[in-house]
């Protein structure tokens, strides 16, 4: 079995249970109505319009309302109004879904990788096409600024994109015999049935990192996209359709996440679950991977350490690190967790990046010149306050923000705070808000230490103007990612994955195709036969 989330309160499993009447379109009762900004109103009319407004689930290649008629509500952050009520999906829709997926793999592994590759291709050029719209949706069901939306659909296709190239480039190797009458190969295959477990904070790039190279490699999917976030998969998932994608291919399922969680970990069918998430949760998915000796997956949380060095620029430092802490609300794995300064410098760069952080401009997603956007839900900012009011117990300063924003919903005003010590909560657990806790440190060998000391290991970030200690210290630093005076270092051609408790396995680049491949071994004997 798999564990039910602490937070799920709701009857049958999905949090925000809202009706058994029939799946409706769109929205709204008069009062969200009204508290939805007219710009998110006029998008999403747009988008119904569109087409690309899906509220039902993908189960092969048909759209299908849940089993018991059930839906679940799509919320906007920044307004709190109801965005779509969509399929509240459980059990049994799920194991409909991994027995289309499973009879869908015959075919779809069969194809030539170039044959596989011109429909991911096409699949790319669609979502290219239609940028704003799929913008627009994440901007509408996330929260995140419009431009930063714009900017995860280009991330999120070039996974697409990059795997319709590399599909055709799925080597094996002929091994020098051990005998001589002997020929030895090895074959790479798709793995199988994937099941792709994916979060709210990058609706689309972080469901497209994983499907693009599973589709590439020759396997079918079965994605669960979060219920806070299920309409960019949707409509990434129609335009698969129409790029070609056959039906049972790709297919997505939303809602009771335990229920669907346990069908994939159960079924025998499903040979890989890659999932993208907090590492409590993920945790818990590999044990219940275990029965059925799954392949895994896994991306989890981070603590991320920006250190600065007293040799830094203190320009490249302030950008970067700006940019690597509230980049998407500081909601991202990568985010800076932690701001580690060198003594020298310390009290120069919490002036210089205090000044920074004021000019951010807080708003709704859809208003021209907006950076930071809400958080996705209360929950998340009452995280937040307890851990600022947790580091200001215990001697922090704030030098900035330090509460909601006067915008109310889930608006909270970017912070900083100086005179952070490893025994506050934000240094050790992931603060995934706008809050950036400046740490004081004196030596290379402290940062160093400082760093590793947590059970995280995904991004950190160095600044410094010495080439010979970037290499010191990036070669010591126990992380899967690491950046040199740069705070935005993701890109579909470089591996990304931590090392610890941040995860297994790597995404994106040609690393990233080996997670979908098994290694087949073939011996040829009596080859010396004429
Ligand atoms: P989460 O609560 O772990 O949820 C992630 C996904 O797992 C969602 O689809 C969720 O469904 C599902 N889920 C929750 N409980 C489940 C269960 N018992 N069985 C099966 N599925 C279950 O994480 P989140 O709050 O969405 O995302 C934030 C976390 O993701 C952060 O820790 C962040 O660092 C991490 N993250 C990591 C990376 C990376 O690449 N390393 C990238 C992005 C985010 P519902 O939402 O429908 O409940």
């Avoid at 290219?128 to 799929?134: D, P, S």
Wanted: glycine share 10%.
């Amino acid at each position: 079995m798999v564990i039910g989330a602490a937070a799920r309160v709701a009857i049958g499993g999905c949090r925000k249970l809202v009706s058994s009447s029939h799946t409706s379109l769109l929205l709204v009762s008069s009062q969200c109505r009204r508290q939805m900004s007219t710009d998110a109103q006029s998008v999403s009319e747009k988008l119904r319009s569109s087409g690309l407004l899906r509220t039902q689930g993908l189960i092969g290649g048909r759209w299908i309302d849940s089993y018991d008629k059930k839906t679940i509500k799509v919320n906007n952050p920044a307004t709190g109004g109801i965005v779509a009520d969509v399929a509240c999906m459980g059990t049994k829709e799920t194991n409909d879904a991994i027995a289309s997926s499973y009879e869908a793999f015959t075919s779809w592994s069969r194809l030539t990788a170039g044959e596989r590759s011109k429909v991911l291709r096409r699949w790319y050029d669609l979502l290219i096409a239609h940028k704003e719209e799929l913008g627009q949706l994440i901007t509408l069901e996330q929260g995140k600024p419009l431009k930063e939306a714009v900017g995860e659909v280009a991330y999120g296709a070039s996974f697409i994109e990059y795997y319709a190239e590399e599909a055709k480039r799925v080597y094996g190797d002929i091994i020098p015999p051990n005998l001589s009458d002997r020929r030895l190969l090895v074959l790479k295959q798709p793995i199988g049935v994937v099941g792709a477990i994916t979060p709210w904070n990058f609706p689309l790039a972080m469901i497209t990192r994983k499907v693009g190279p599973a589709l590439a490699s020759g396997c079918t999917v079965v994605v669960k996209p979060s219920e806070l976030t299920p309409l960019t998969a949707l409509a990434a998932a129609e335009l698969a359709l129409q790029a070609g994608v056959p039906p049972g291919a790709l297919n997505v399922v939303m809602g009771n996440a335990p229920e669907i969680g346990d069908a994939l970990l159960t079924s025998p069918q499903v040979r890989k679950i890659t999932f993208t998430g907090s590492t409590a949760v993920g945790k818990k998915l590999m044990a219940a991977a275990a029965p059925t000796v799954k392949k895994v997956s896994l991306e989890l949380g981070g603590n991320a350490p920006s250190i600065v060095f007293d040799d830094a620029d203190l320009d490249v430092a302030v950008k970067g690190t700006l940019a690597a802490k509230f980049r998407n609300s500081g909601q991202t794995c990568v985010c800076a967790n932690r701001v580690l300064v060198q003594d020298g410098i310390y009290d120069k760069f919490a002036e210089a990046f205090s000044e920074a952080v004021q000019k951010l401009e807080v708003g709704d997603g859809f208003k021209e010149g907006t950076t930071q956007g809400p958080l996705i839900n209360d929950a998340a900012v009452q995280k937040v306050e307890s851990f600022v009011q947790d580091a200001v117990s215990k001697g922090a300063k704030i030098l900035l923000g330090g509460k909601r924003h006067s915008l109310g919903m889930t608006f909270y005003e970017p912070t900083v705070i100086r005179d952070v010590s490893s025994d506050m909560i934000m240094s050790k657990e992931e603060i995934f808000g706008p809050v950036a806790p400046l740490i004081r440190f004196k030596t290379e060998e402290d940062a160093i230490r400082l760093a590793n000391d947590t059970i995280a290991g995904l991004a950190a970030y160095i600044f410094t103007n010495s080439v010979q200690r970037s290499w010191r210290v990036f070669e010591a630093l126990e992380y899967g990612l690491v950046g040199v005076n740069e705070g935005l270092i993701s890109t579909e051609v470089a591996p990304f994955g931590g090392v610890k408790q941040s995860g297994l396995g790597r995404e994106g680049s040609k690393y990233g195709m080996d997670e979908y491949l098994e290694i087949k071994y073939v011996c040829l004997g009596d080859m010396n036969r004429h």
